[in-house]
């Protein structure tokens, strides 16, 4: 297991997995039908830092770190992870969630925010929570799902500076 930090050229591997994801349209709230540029734009531009997943030579997954807020709130940080579905189950969302934090607070975050996580996405919540990240906020029906129409949206929180 190796988990670096992406370069631009990373992201025709990490392409297959972001589509994959965005194309279900279960869990982010991205175009179903986003671009790969318009990915690369989001995943690798806009981010202060992104990293992959690596297993013999593989991309399995990836994870973004940015800044949630400009001034005052520039000492929390979002994150967006991403698992391909060939390696879901193997604690890959959890050694990525675990790095970004230590990331994080290398960087001089003082807590981290999950923005939007779909309350149906009940794999991520609970992975969410036993890393100790609180529901802080729930969104009623602000995310449509494809299949179960239209569900909360959870931000969720963890303070880093413990």
């Known amino acids: 297991m190796n988990i670096r930090e992406a370069t631009r050229s990373d992201f025709e591997r990490i392409w297959p997995i972001f589509r994959e994801i965005a194309a279900a349209g279960e869990t982010y709230a991205y175009p179903r039908d986003i671009t790969q540029a318009q990915a690369e734009a989001l995943w690798i531009d806009a981010p202060r830092k992104t ?70 996405n009940e794999g991520a919540v609970r992975l969410w929570t036993r890393l100790g990240f609180a529901t802080v906020g729930r969104l009623p029906k602000a995310f449509r799902h494809p299949t179960l129409g239209y569900v909360d949206a959870l931000v969720m929180y963890k303070w880093l500076d413990d």
């Open 51 to 120: 990293y992959v997943f690596e297993e013999a030579g593989e991309i399995l997954g990836t994870y973004y770190l940015k800044t949630n807020q400009a001034g005052p709130g520039d000492h929390v940080c979002n994150c967006g992870y991403m698992v391909s579905s060939a390696a879901r189950g193997r604690g890959l969302a959890t050694a990525m969630c675990e790095h970004s934090q230590q990331v994080a607070r290398t960087l001089g975050y003082k807590a981290m925010q999950f923005n939007f996580v779909a309350a149906s």
